[in-house]
Structures are given as structure tokens and as C-alpha cells.
């Protein structure tokens, strides 16, 4: 079997850990099912920068080589371009997205230096996998070196319609840069119809029914890949000591009470404010819940460097302040905000201790917290999902309460009717959901996708 190279901006870690972040988890487990190398970014700014040696840690069959940036590389690359200008457009926040010509540039650079790194560890019979909006030109980088390797994208993120991509400047270099990968992958299959749609308006392209897309002679795959959990595992973490002694914390704060959780990191994709308005609203409007439903927010901090990210830290704050002072009583407090990571394990006990999960973003690639939820429920009794409809994760759980983040009555008229739903009703959608989350699983995502490589890979090469 070929080895297998797979390249993301951030490596590991390995170990489970309290890190917050859906790629990582998703990549250490494709990887440590088929092994092979995992490259990119040291996480470590030098000034020798991408020119200082490879670093190289092995663990298990999984051998992480990374490389660093120097601050320029960081300030453009990553805190610029990816992050200030990709991440917000590629989330439908052109209100957000800033733009300049020196952020592209150091993009493309890091993008050409990181392909030029890795280019001579590749073997000839190796399937390359690149992940996300950091990379989207690594494999025309590479091609330009000489790399016949099968080359694969997924992205973890929404592609949007070409009208969003349109406002993005030189959006035509870049988006066609990611025809040099065989297979491009997407969470949903919105997205994917969003990236034909780009090529057929843009560049005439031409797409058949079984997922090819032929832009001026070069045919490419393009499918929906949805990115799934361990949910097997996810499940007995959540009947593990760790996670039973976090759930009993949860339930003895509050004996009797209904609890709802949020785990999200922090960021405005992720409709924190939004959803504490609906939180407050579902107490102003459904007042026999004061004194009996609380919400639980675990919104670690990601991206400190980002000015908007701090903001939305301030506002959450400011927010919980404002509704706990109108609504606590003695013994109950109604938002309880945690912004340090947790651990894993102690996540799952949460999960399962609460009535209600609420995962309700403005845009979301996927979503796995929402499928992490379903898998920790108990069968027996079961609770309730509350899922935004923008949530790459609703395509398939359309068994969850389904609402639209932006109207805060409907968000709290979901929270209302999952907090009062009869048992039979949670179990049925219950199971609807969790054999979605089940056969959609992490395993079935990295296997579809390889699968999909390799075979695209023998027809042209
Ligand atoms: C991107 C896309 C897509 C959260 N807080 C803690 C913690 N987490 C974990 C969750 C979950 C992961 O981080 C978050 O994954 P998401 O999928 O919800 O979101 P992003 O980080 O934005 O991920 C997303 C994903 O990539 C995969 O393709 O689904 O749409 O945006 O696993 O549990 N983990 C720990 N402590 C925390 O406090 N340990």
C-alpha cells in the first residue's frame, strides 16, 4: 500500500489532548489507521523560518515533520490571509474580511516554500492529502516542482457561492490553482455545488453527473466528504470515571435542573452572542424556566491575535453579566462561561449530563461538537440537539431541532421544545441521528476520500 502524506498547517498533537480544534482530531485519526507522515507548521516562529532544519517526532506509525515561519511568514500567511481574509469571506463575513496585496503575496510565498520543503521527502508512489484554506495552492506548488503523486484537497471549511468568492481579489489565480489536485473534497454537498457552479460561471467548466468537473481540458473529482467522529470511542469516553465525576458535578450544581451545553472555540462563525440572546429570550418568553434551565458555555480561546476574537471574548462576558444579574436567584445562576479548554473526557461527561446540546453557528464547515453530542447521549434518555440549519452537520442530522441562528425567538422557541420533549420523541430522534453519526463516521470519511484518490489517481496517471 502506498504511503500516505498528509499536509495541514498545524501538526499533532498526538495524544489526546485539551486542545480545542476540529482538524486535528480528525487527521490524528485517519492517520493512525493507515501511518505515514503528517507535515507542516511547527507551531514555533524563528527567524531562520521555513529555511531552519525539519523537525522530525515520531509517534507510532505517524512520523510529524514540521517546519517553522519566521514573523513576517506568520504576520502574512497565517494572521493575515488565512485567517483575516479567507476565514471570514469563506464564511460569508465579507463585513469582516480585510484585504491587502502583501498578505496574498506572503501566502502564495509560504505556500511555494512549505511545497519546496516537502517536495524531495516525497516517494514516487506516495498519495499526498492537503488540508484546508492554508493550502489551497500547495498543489499547484508542487506540480510546478515536478510531483506526479496522486494529490488530494479537503476542505474543512463552507466554500461559498461564486457571488461571495467574487469579492475576494484575484480570486481567479487562486481558485484555479486547486485544479492541480485529482480530488477536491467538501463537507457537504452545497459546497461542492458551490465550486462547480465557480468553474462553470468563471471558467466554462463543465461538470458530469458522477462528480467530474473538466475546466479547460484537465479533469478533476469533486465530492462531498463529510467529516465524521470516533464514535465509537466518543461514546465510551463518556461512560469513563473522567467523564461520570464531570457529569455529577454538572447535575449536584443543580439538583432537578435542566442543563444546556455549548462547547465551541471562540469565534464569530460560531454565533456565541447570538445564541446567548436566545438563551435570554427563551427565559423572557418561557418564564417557567427561570430557576429550573441553565446554560453551560465552554468557549476556549482561539486565535488571540486576532482583534475580533477578543472582542467576542469581551461580549460573552459583557452578555452573561447582563443576564445573570436580571435573572439569578440564590441557588441559581442562569449562564455559567467557561473560556478555559477542558479535557476531552470531561467534555463527553458534560455532554451526557445535559438535556440539551446547542450547537448553533452562522456558518460552520461541519460542526463535530454537534456529532459528539448525539454519540455521548445516554440511549434510556436521550437529549436533544438543537442545530443551526448552517451547520454543515444539518445536511445529515435533520433529525436535530433545526433553526436559524439569526432569528433569536426561533432559536428559543428550539430550546423551549427540546427542553419540554416527551421521552419517545427524543429517543426516536435520537436514533435517527446517531446512526448517521455512526455511518458517517471519522473512518468512513478518511476511507471514501483515499479511496476516491487512489482511484482517480490510477485513471490519469
Ligand atoms: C473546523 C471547521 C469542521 C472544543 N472545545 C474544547 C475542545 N473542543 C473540540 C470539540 C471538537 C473540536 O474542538 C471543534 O471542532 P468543530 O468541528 O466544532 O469546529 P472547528 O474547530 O471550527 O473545526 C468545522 C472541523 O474543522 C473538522 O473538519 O467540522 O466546521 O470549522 O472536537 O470537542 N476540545 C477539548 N477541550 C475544549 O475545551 N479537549
Known sequence: MSRLVVVSNRVGPVRESAKAGGLAVAIVD???????????????????????????????????????????????????????????????????????????????????????????????????????????????????????????????????????IAALPNHGALIHAMLAYDVIGFQTKRDARAFIRYFVEEFDGVATEDGLLTVQGRTVKVGAFPIGIDAEAFRSFSVSPDAHRQGKRLKASGEDRCHVIGV????????????????????????????????????????????????????????????????????????????????????????????????????????????????????????VLVLSRFAGAAEALDAAVIVNPYDIDEAAEGIQRAVGMPLDERQDRWHRLFDKVQSEDIRAWYTSFLKALRETARRSH
Open 30 to 164: 485517519a492517520l493512525r489507521n493507515e501511518g505515514g507522515i503528517w507535515f507542516g507548521w511547527s507551531g514555533e516562529i524563528s527567524p531562520e523560518g521555513t529555511h531552519a532544519n525539519l523537525q522530525t517526532e515520531e509517534a507510532g506509525r505517524i512520523s510529524m515533520v514540521t517546519l517553522d515561519m519566521d514573523q513576517a511568514d506568520y504576520d502574512a500567511f497565517y494572521a493575515g490571509f488565512s485567517n483575516r481574509t479567507l476565514w471570514p469571506i469563506f464564511h460569508y463575513r465579507l463585513d469582516l474580511a480585510e484585504y491587502d496585496r502583501e498578505t496574498e503575496r506572503g501566502y502564495w510565498n509560504v505556500n511555494e516554500r512549505f511545497a519546496a520543503r516537502l517536495f524531495p521527502l516525497l516517494k514516487d508512489d506516495d498519495v499526498v492529502w492537503v488540508h484546508d484554506y492554508h493550502f489551497l495552492a500547495m498543489g499547484s506548488k508542487l506540480r510546478s516542482m515536478g510531483a506526479r503523486q496522486p494529490i488530494g484537497f479537503f476542505l474543512h471549511i463552507p466554500f461559498p457561492v461564486p457571488e461571495i
Open 264 to 383: 465551541d472555540r471562540i469565534d464569530y462563525t460560531k454565533g456565541l452572542a447570538e445564541r446567548f440572546h436566545a438563551f435570554s429570550r427563551l427565559l423572557e418568553n418561557y418564564p417557567e424556566n427561570r430557576n429550573h434551565v441553565s446554560l453551560l458555555q465552554v468557549a476556549p480561546a482561539s486565535r488571540g491575535d486576532v482583534d475580533a476574537y477578543v472582542d467576542i471574548r469581551e461580549e460573552l462576558e459583557r452578555i452573561t453579566g447582563n443576564v445573570n444579574g436580571r435573572f439569578s436567584d440564590l441557588d441559581w445562576t442562569p449562564i455559567r462561561l467557561i473560556t478555559r479548554p477542558l479535557k476531552r473526557r470531561s467534555l463527553a461527561g458534560l455532554y451526557r449530563a445535559s438535556k440539551v446540546g446547542l450547537v448553533t453557528p452562522l456558518r460552520d464547515g461541519m460542526n463535530l461538537v454537534a456529532k459528539e453530542y448525539v454519540a455521548a447521549q445516554a440511549e434510556d434518555d436521550p437529549g
